[in-house]
C-alpha cells in the first residue's frame, strides 16, 4: 500500500484544500494528513486559526480521501512523522516549493499547484470587510 503523507492549518475549510487532498491522495493508496495545532498555526502565522484544531482534524478526517488525521505539533518533526508513518510521497501546495527538499532522502516530494485565487486569509478579510 503507497502511503501519502500531507501537511496544513485547513482553517476554515475552502475549496483549495479539498482539490490538495484529493489530488495527493491520487498519488496513493492511503492519504494521512497532518493537522498544525493551534500552536504551531500561531507561531507560522502569527495568529490563532478560526476553527479549533480538533475541529480542523474532524473536517478533515471527514472526507472520504483521507485516510488518517495527526496533529502536527512541529516544523522540526517532519522528519518522524514521515518516519512513523512509512509514508513513501510526501505531497504539498506550490507556496511551499523547495522547502521540503531536504526530505528527499526519505520519500517522494511533490509539490502540486494551488488552486488560484482562494486562501484563507482571503476569505477572513472579506468577512471581516463586510462587518
Ligand atoms: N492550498 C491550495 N490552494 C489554495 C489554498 C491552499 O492548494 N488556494 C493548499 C496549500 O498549498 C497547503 C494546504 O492547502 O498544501 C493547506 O494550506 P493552508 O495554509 O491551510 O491554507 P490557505 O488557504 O493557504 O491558508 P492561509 O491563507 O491562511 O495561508
Known amino acids: 500500500m503507497k502511503k501519502v503523507i500531507t501537511f496544513g492549518t485547513f482553517d476554515v475549510f475552502h475549496i483549495g484544500h479539498v482539490s490538495i487532498l484529493e489530488r495527493a ?69 506550490d507556496d511551499w516549493k523547495g522547502k521540503f527538499d531536504n526530505h528527499k532522502d526519505q520519500c517522494e516530494v511533490i509539490y502540486l499547484p494551488r488552486t488560484p485565487s482562494i486562501s484563507t486569509k482571503k476569505i477572513i478579510e472579506v468577512v471581516k470587510s463586510t462587518e
Open 25 to 93: 491522495k491520487s498519488y496513493g493508496d492511503y492519504l494521512i494528513v497532518g493537522v498544525s495545532s493551534d500552536d504551531l498555526n500561531f507561531s507560522k502565522k502569527g495568529c490563532k486559526p478560526i476553527y479549533s484544531e480538533k475541529d480542523r482534524r474532524k473536517i478533515i478526517k471527514s472526507l472520504s480521501c483521507v485516510d488518517e488525521v495527526f496533529s502536527e505539533t512541529s516544523l522540526d518533526l517532519k522528519r518522524q512523522y514521515i518516519n512513523d508513518f512509512n509514508a513513501e510521497i510526501l505531497i504539498m501546495g
